[in-house]
Protein backbone atom coordinates (compact mmCIF):
# COMPACT_ATOMS: atom_id res chain seq x y z
CA UNK A 1 0.00 0.00 0.00
CA UNK A 2 1.45 3.41 -0.84
CA UNK A 3 1.69 6.76 1.14
CA UNK A 4 -0.69 8.33 -1.05
CA UNK A 5 -3.40 5.34 -0.56
CA UNK A 6 -3.16 5.49 3.21
CA UNK A 7 -3.74 9.48 3.40
CA UNK A 8 -6.70 8.59 1.10
CA UNK A 9 -8.22 5.81 3.83
CA UNK A 10 -7.61 8.52 6.74
CA UNK A 11 -8.97 11.04 5.12
CA UNK A 12 -12.09 9.04 4.51
CA UNK A 13 -12.10 7.71 8.23
CA UNK A 14 -11.55 11.43 9.48
CA UNK A 15 -14.85 12.29 6.58
CA UNK A 16 -17.00 9.50 8.02
CA UNK A 17 -16.32 10.19 12.07
CA UNK A 18 -16.63 14.09 11.25
CA UNK A 19 -20.05 13.83 10.07
CA UNK A 20 -21.39 11.87 12.81
CA UNK A 21 -20.03 14.37 15.45
CA UNK A 22 -22.84 16.84 16.57
CA UNK A 23 -21.62 20.37 17.86
CA UNK A 24 -23.88 21.93 20.33
CA UNK A 25 -23.84 25.46 20.57
CA UNK A 26 -21.47 26.85 22.99
CA UNK A 27 -23.24 27.10 26.43
CA UNK A 28 -23.26 25.74 29.78
CA UNK A 29 -24.75 22.57 29.50
CA UNK A 30 -25.05 20.55 33.03
CA UNK A 31 -25.52 17.00 32.74
CA UNK A 32 -27.72 15.55 35.54
CA UNK A 33 -26.70 13.28 38.07
CA UNK A 34 -28.03 9.34 38.30
CA UNK A 35 -30.02 8.20 40.67
CA UNK A 36 -28.98 7.36 44.08
CA UNK A 37 -30.10 3.89 44.01
CA UNK A 38 -29.26 3.24 40.67
CA UNK A 39 -25.59 4.83 41.81
CA UNK A 40 -25.09 2.47 44.58
CA UNK A 41 -26.15 -0.64 42.08
CA UNK A 42 -23.72 0.74 39.88
CA UNK A 43 -20.71 0.75 42.07
CA UNK A 44 -21.69 -2.88 43.39
CA UNK A 45 -21.70 -4.42 39.76
CA UNK A 46 -18.48 -2.44 38.71
CA UNK A 47 -17.00 -3.77 41.78
CA UNK A 48 -18.70 -6.91 42.55
CA UNK A 49 -20.27 -6.43 45.60
CA UNK A 50 -22.70 -8.37 46.93
CA UNK A 51 -25.72 -6.71 48.95
CA UNK A 52 -23.42 -8.55 52.24
CA UNK A 53 -20.66 -5.93 51.58
CA UNK A 54 -23.20 -3.04 51.90
CA UNK A 55 -23.75 -3.86 55.27
CA UNK A 56 -21.03 -2.11 57.08
CA UNK A 57 -22.52 0.92 54.83
CA UNK A 58 -26.08 0.90 55.41
CA UNK A 59 -26.60 -1.60 58.74
CA UNK A 60 -28.32 -4.91 58.47
CA UNK A 61 -28.87 -6.83 55.84
CA UNK A 62 -32.89 -6.15 55.93
CA UNK A 63 -31.88 -2.05 55.88
CA UNK A 64 -29.52 -2.98 52.54
CA UNK A 65 -32.65 -4.57 51.09
CA UNK A 66 -35.10 -1.85 52.44
CA UNK A 67 -32.76 1.05 50.30
CA UNK A 68 -31.77 -1.20 47.45
CA UNK A 69 -36.07 -1.98 47.08
CA UNK A 70 -36.74 1.58 47.37
CA UNK A 71 -38.34 1.24 51.00
CA UNK A 72 -36.92 3.67 52.50
CA UNK A 73 -34.71 6.50 51.66
CA UNK A 74 -30.76 6.77 52.63
CA UNK A 75 -29.72 8.46 55.83
CA UNK A 76 -27.09 11.37 56.29
CA UNK A 77 -24.83 8.98 58.18
CA UNK A 78 -25.86 6.00 55.33
CA UNK A 79 -24.55 8.51 52.53
CA UNK A 80 -21.51 9.44 55.06
CA UNK A 81 -20.36 6.05 55.02
CA UNK A 82 -20.97 5.20 51.16
CA UNK A 83 -19.23 8.15 49.98
CA UNK A 84 -16.01 7.55 52.67
CA UNK A 85 -15.96 3.50 51.87
CA UNK A 86 -17.14 3.48 48.35
CA UNK A 87 -16.13 6.73 47.16
CA UNK A 88 -20.12 7.27 45.96
CA UNK A 89 -20.52 10.99 45.48
CA UNK A 90 -22.15 12.61 48.06
CA UNK A 91 -23.91 14.95 45.54
CA UNK A 92 -25.02 12.12 43.97
CA UNK A 93 -26.33 10.01 47.33
CA UNK A 94 -28.27 13.39 48.60
CA UNK A 95 -30.37 13.66 46.05
CA UNK A 96 -33.95 13.41 46.40
CA UNK A 97 -35.62 9.66 44.80
CA UNK A 98 -39.09 7.92 45.11
CA UNK A 99 -39.80 5.78 47.21
CA UNK A 100 -42.35 3.00 47.45
CA UNK A 101 -44.81 2.49 50.27
CA UNK A 102 -45.27 -1.61 51.04
CA UNK A 103 -48.65 -2.68 50.80
CA UNK A 104 -49.18 -4.10 54.29
Do not use: F, W
Not at 7 to 32: C, M, R
Amino acid sequence: MTLLHHAAIVSKLSTDIASKIIIAPKGNYQIPLPDPIEAIKYHMESRGLSRRDLEKYIGSSKSVADILNRKCPLSIDMIRRLNAGLGISADVLIQPYSTVKSAA
